[in-house]
């Protein structure tokens, strides 16, 4: 298994980028088609648990805008040639509130890439006292 392919990491770091685009936009439509259209998706929000791609989709219906944020770090694995993990860190505008973002997302055949799971969260203390690791 080849890790890290820079094809690969290039494909998935566009439709990170176009989900992200339509998140701050708000684009529901270009959301949901992101997202696996599965009831094996799995979706972990900051107070929301979501199985399935429907209750994914139903909590995305009932959202009228979503927090900015300004992207502070932004990490991208691939496994092979048809998966791949994210991993965000972010600030809400004009909070201070750290949150982090993991996505794992895979080709699918017929489909591209899909977001297969995903789990959002927010340090309850705001900024992190210690960033453990290489600083990329």
């Known amino acids: ?20 685009a339509a ?3 708000n684009q529901t439509e270009t959301l949901d088609a ?11 929000g900051i107070a929301e648990i979501l199985y399935g791609h429907e209750a994914i ?12 944020r300004i992207q ?6 691939a496994f092979g040639p048809d998966v791949a993990a994210t991993h965000l860190e972010y600030e809400r505008i004009g909070t201070g509130l750290i949150g982090r973002e993991t996505k794992i997302m895979a080709r699918i055949p017929g489909e591209g ?5 995903a789990h959002v ?6 900024d992190p006292a210690r960033v453990m690791g290489d600083q990329r």
């Open 1 to 20: 298994m080849r890790i890290d392919d820079p094809a690969v990491i290039a494909e998935v770091r566009a439709v990170f980028d176009r989900y992200e």
């Open 23 to 25: 998140l701050m936009a």
């Open 34 to 44: 992101i997202f696996w259209a599965d009831p094996r998706t799995v979706r972990f």
């Open 57 to 68: 989709r139903a909590f995305r219906a009932s959202v009228t805008a979503y927090a900015q």
């Open 72 to 77: 502070r770090q932004v990490r991208i694995t």
């Open 113 to 117: 890439w899909r977001v297969v799971s």
């Open 121 to 126: 969260s927010l340090l309850a203390g705001g």
